[in-house]
């Protein structure tokens, strides 16, 4: 059984759209972070939350706690977030990452 | 400021080899982590060093060990090399314990043969 569970797996959208990629853990937490990852393996740590919600430019994340879960947004897609989005958890003394999801955004 | 950097950045061995990669962290950063990619298990937390002392550790066997020097640079090895072992290997740097703000070296691809 995976600690972290993302979903979709796949996603193609048109640019503009609104997208939401969802995390959900089975392990207690201390923080919870999104990656966004560029062919070639580059990874680009985006956010880290432990509660409620941040913001950065088109892009927003939310955890709820209580149910184990996490979204990410991204406002007015465009072709250039075409990338892997990946959940990772930080239970105090070791990560587990969500198998992440493909993210393609069409013109 | 230079970024996180891995060397080497491609790298073939053999079965039953040895491998030692390293990492040179952001000036400043004393926290050096490693990670494991692979297309059948996705990214996997392999150890985690802070002030030259391993803090965190994965679930991986004992073939894969590290280190950190007193300049913060650190190294991983990883012994009697398998077949499965064939992975990008990623490392990450961070200011503080307990703090997010990683950033991410660009890997090494490692094949084992």
């Known amino acids: 059984k995976n600690e972290v569970e993302q979903s979709p797996q796949n996603l193609t959208a048109q640019e503009e759209e609104f997208i939401t990629i969802n995390c959900s853990y089975s392990v207690g937490i201390s923080a919870l972070h999104w990656l966004q990852q560029h062919p070639g393996g580059g990874i680009v740590s985006l956010f880290m939350?432990?509660?409620g919600k941040k913001k950065h430019g088109r892009l927003i994340a939310t955890i709820n706690i209580q149910e184990k879960h996490s979204s990410l947004h991204i406002t007015a897609s465009h072709p250039r977030d075409s990338a892997v989005y990946i959940c990772a958890v930080f239970t105090g003394n070791q990560f587990y990452f969500g198998t992440g999801t493909s993210l393609t955004v069409i013109p | 400021k230079a970024g996180v950097t891995q060397t080497p950045r491609y790298l073939i061995k053999t079965r039953g080899q040895q491998v030692t990669l390293s990492c040179s962290p952001i000036?400043?950063?004393?926290?050096v982590s490693w990670y494991q990619q692979t297309p059948g298990q996705g990214l996997q937390f392999l150890f985690e060093?802070?002030?030259?002392?391993?803090?965190n550790k994965g679930n991986f066997p004992g073939r894969f060990s590290g280190r950190q020097f007193s300049n913060s640079r650190s190294e991983m090895n990883v012994s009697t090399l398998e077949l499965g072992d064939s992975a990008l290997y990623l490392c990450?740097?961070?200011?503080?314990?307990?703090?997010?703000?990683?950033?991410f070296g660009s890997g090494t691809r490692l094949t084992v043969v």
């Open positions: 939350l432990s509660s």
């Open positions: 000036s400043g950063h004393r926290s």
């Open positions: 990450a740097s961070r200011s503080t314990q307990g703090a997010w703000g990683y950033t």
């Open positions: 060093y802070f002030s030259e002392t391993q803090r």
